[in-house]
T-cell receptor, first 118, second 110 residues
Framework: DTAVSQTPKYLVTQMGNDKSIKCEQN?????MYWYKQDSKKFLKIMFS???????INETVPNRFSPKSPDKAHLNLHINSLELGDSAVYFC?????????????????FGQGTRLTVV | QKEVEQNSGPLSVPEGAIASLNCTYS??????FFWYRQYSGKSPELIMF????GDKEDGRFTAQLNKASQYVSLLIRDSQPSDSATYLC??????????FGAGTTVTVRA
């Protein structure tokens, strides 16, 4: 009964390829995120979506294109993969901060996708 | 200035001691503050959240928030080897942005 699930868990691909990572949450949350965690373990936000609308785009290269078909899904497509894209990508979701003044907006994380570009 | 900064690690403490972790943030408009724990190869999991000034205790963990100083801390009392992990401070800013610090790796020596 996974709350936030990502697929695949591991992805090894060659430079220049295009790949996608899928994310789904069954928590009924309104906000979903993509984070990139590099080799130094720094967790950097890439995108934030609220009710299928893009809210945050943290100067991520255009090669990265998120897509949210509905509020339970947020997929990440990456074009022309580069060596520097190798990292662990985490999807997360949280409740809408604005709804009812919820302050404890805990973000639940998926298990991560380890992307290796060779 | 980084949005969220944590004290540099790694932090090594003997079993049974107190581990003290610090975090500062740059945006005075930040609303909620979180401590996540991440074991190697795993995803982050929430330990504590706090949004009012003062202390908040949950078992062996105590979070402290001082909004005037833009400072958040986490104390782990009676540290256990199972507490060995990377601890991530996270700050919820406006606009649905949850920003993380670089993390502090804690090792509890048996």
């Amino acid at each position: 009964d996974t709350a936030v699930s990502q697929t695949p868990k591991y992805l090894v691909t060659q430079m220049g390829n295009d790949k996608s990572i899928k994310c789904e949450q069954n928590l009924g949350h309104d906000t979903m995120y993509w984070y990139k965690q590099d080799s130094k373990k720094f967790l950097k936000i890439m995108f934030s979506y609220n009710n299928k609308e893009l809210i945050i785009n943290e100067t991520v290269p255009n090669r990265f294109s998120p897509k949210s078909p509905d509020k339970a899904h947020l997929n990440l497509h990456i074009n022309s993969l580069e060596l520097g894209d190798s990292a662990v990508y985490f999807c997360a979701s949280s409740q809408d901060l604005a709804r009812g003044g919820v302050m404890n907006t805990e973000a639940f994380f998926g298990q991560g996708t380890r992307l290796t570009v060779v | 200035q980084k949005e969220v900064e944590q004290n540099s690690g790694p932090l090594s403490v003997p079993e049974g001691a107190i581990a003290s972790l610090n975090c500062t943030y740059s945006d005075r408009g930040s609303q909620s503050f979180f401590w996540y724990r991440q074991y190697s190869g795993k995803s982050p999991e929430l330990i504590m959240f706090i949004y009012s000034n003062g202390d908040k205790e949950d078992g062996r963990f105590t979070a402290q928030l001082n909004k005037a100083s833009q400072y958040v801390s986490l104390l782990i009392r009676d540290s256990q080897p199972s507490d060995s992990a990377t601890y991530l401070c996270a700050v919820m800013r406006s606009g649905y942005k949850l920003s993380f610090g670089a993390g502090t790796t804690v090792t509890v020596r048996a």
